[in-house]
């Protein structure tokens, strides 16, 4: 998985509420099957921080729990929709009709 996959699943699995990097994981494993690494999934809340898409939370202890900003909103409508349209156009390539 690349790091911007990492990054966009962390988006989604913080699309609805707040959550700390455990729980996070837990809603990228429901959503695709798999975990992230430690180092994939840190590395990702990072970079999403850095680029001011996500912001921390008060927490307690280790738990942190961060929350999407509104241009993380944005920045992840965005690219969703431009997934969906890729996988739309390659069904129809398929020839399979999108669900």
Known sequence: MQANDAQTLVLCALADRPLHGYAINTAIEELTGERLGPGSLYGALARLETKRLIEPL???????????????????ERELRAMARVA???LRR????PA
Do not use: F, K, M, N
């Open 58 to 76: 008060d927490g307690q202890g280790r738990q942190r729990p961060v929350q999407l900003t509104p241009l993380g909103r944005e920045v992840l």
């Open 88 to 90: 739309s156009a390659g």
């Open 94 to 97: 398929l020839g399979v009709h």
